[in-house]
């Protein structure tokens, strides 16, 4: 098994809705909100963790191609066949002749314009470029609004860089397949959502810019 080259798409993550990827807990600071996002440590921006858009990429595919088992784990048949396990990787499977993971995601920095507004709202107004939502559950028997939470999301608008990397094998051809593959896995996270409360409007994204190798392309 030789390795043969790489292909590289890269292209605008456009957040078209609030979005929101949560941060770890101790990033939580007292009097803060209870659902930060997970922001740069020495910047202080938001990004967009590889992982998160590549699990999303991943879980849905699964849906697509029926690869979900009852444990509800991610796919680790190994098989031949089964493109999840050959870009993504093969769950928990060691005895596989797969070779290596194909896919590999970037974490994804906010991109130039939205770097602008997000400094110049800093310094020049004092205001966050994150927003602050707060949601409330209802009781269903009194109809009040009770214990409101806060969550923090960014701003429908932003736009981040994203990068993805194929790594193609001998075994993989001219590896259009996969890429097809990685193509359909994108348009299956704008069909669906990215990060939290998807379910509740959040987390709408769509890819704009999109080159392969440097060519455009459409998804
Ligand atoms: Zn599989």
């Not at 929101?20 to 921006?45: C, F, M, N, R, W």
């Not at 009040?144 to 429908?156: D, I, K, M, W, Y």
């Amino acid at each position: 098994m030789k390795l043969t080259g790489y292909k590289v798409i890269t292209g605008t993550l456009k957040c078209d809705s609030g979005l929101h990827i949560g941060g770890s807990a101790d990033q939580i600071e007292i009097g803060g909100v209870d659902l930060p996002i997970i922001k740069h440590p020495v910047t202080g921006e938001p990004f967009i963790p590889g992982s998160s858009l590549k699990g999303k990429m991943r879980s849905q595919l699964e849906k697509k191609e029926g690869r979900v088992n009852e444990k509800g784990e991610p796919c680790g048949c190994g098989q031949e066949s089964c493109k999840i396990c050959k870009v993504f990787g093969a769950h928990k499977n060691t005895r596989h002749n797969l070779g290596a993971t194909r896919i590999l995601v970037r974490d994804a920095s906010l991109n130039e314009n939205t770097k602008k507004d997000y400094s110049s709202l800093l310094k020049e107004k004092g205001t966050s470029y994150i927003e602050k939502k707060t949601e409330n559950i209802i009781n269903r028997k009194t109809g009040t609004a009770e214990h409101p939470r806060s969550q923090e999301r960014v701003p429908a608008g932003a736009e981040f860089d994203i990068e993805i990397v194929l790594q193609l094998y001998d075994m993989d051809g001219n590896g259009n397949d996969l890429i097809d593959f990685v193509k359909e896995g994108l348009r299956q996270v704008q069909h669906t959502y990215l990060g939290g409360f998807g379910s509740r409007g959040s987390g709408k994204v769509s890819f704009h810019n999109m080159k392969l190798d440097g060519i455009d392309f459409q998804l």
